[in-house]
């Protein structure tokens, strides 16, 4: 089966950092692009990373860049993303994204709640 599992968000004060991870299964993770995603109460769902399985391929949303990192780790089938100088407006239910690079195929994580508040 083709599943997504989140993990590592919480509860963190502003200028705080969390690391979020996702792990892949039932698919071969390096033919496709990952990306996180992340909607806040109100708001539209918002792409914040993405990162293809070739090297020098991540782009971020302006509001996160330099703060927020991506890494992924095709060995372990695992993405992370380093999130840094955490701010309010951060708060929001953060997604994990498979979207292959040829097909019209893609998987959904079930989402992590990160909150930055004091």
């Known amino acids: 089966q083709v599943q997504l599992v989140e993990s590592g968000g919480g509860l963190v004060q502003p200028g705080g950092s969390l690391r979020l991870s996702c792990a892949a299964s039932?698919?071969?993770?390096?033919?496709?692009?990952i990306n996180w995603y992340r909607q806040a109460p109100g708001k539209e769902r918002e792409l914040v990373a993405a990162?293809?399985?070739?090297?020098?391929?991540?782009n971020y949303a302006d509001s996160v860049k330099g703060r927020f990192t991506m890494s992924r780790d095709n060995a372990k089938n695992t993405v992370y993303l380093q999130m840094n100088s955490l701010k309010s407006e951060d708060t929001a239910v953060y997604y994990c994204?498979?979207?292959?690079?040829?097909?019209?195929?893609?998987?959904w994580g079930q989402g992590t709640q990160v909150t930055v508040s004091s």
């Open positions: 990162m293809a399985s070739a090297a020098g391929s991540t």
């Open positions: 039932g698919f071969t993770f390096s033919w496709y692009t």
């Open positions: 994204n498979a979207r292959h690079r040829v097909y019209i195929v893609d998987y």
